[in-house]
């Protein structure tokens, strides 16, 4: 009934919150999606669905980033290395 779907609804919405809190954002995201299949009508939980694909995309252009820093970084390394051997060999 009503009182069952109400309580389910508020079991989702808190364990998907709780989830987000601790940054756990792909179990709150299907977690919220749970709230959403039971309350279609509600605004709350695709707005969450929302922020987090927003703070996903953030982290993964993050990382795709420091993985090209740390790529760079490593060229310019060898570069440097094959440069000092280089000179070592000239003398």
Known sequence: ????????????IAA???FRDSKTYDQAKSKY???????PNEAYPP?????????????ANKEAQYAQFIAQGDTYFSQKR??????????
Do not use: F, T
């Open 33 to 39: 999606q749970e709230a959403a299949s039971i309350k």
């Open 1 to 12: 009934g009503l009182a069952e779907k109400e309580a389910a609804y508020n079991a989702a």
């Open 82 to 91: 094959r440069l000092i051997h280089h000179k070592r060999w000239k003398r």
């Open 47 to 59: 707005e969450q669905i929302a922020l987090i694909d927003g703070l996903l995309a953030e982290m």
């Open 16 to 18: 998907a919150d709780n």
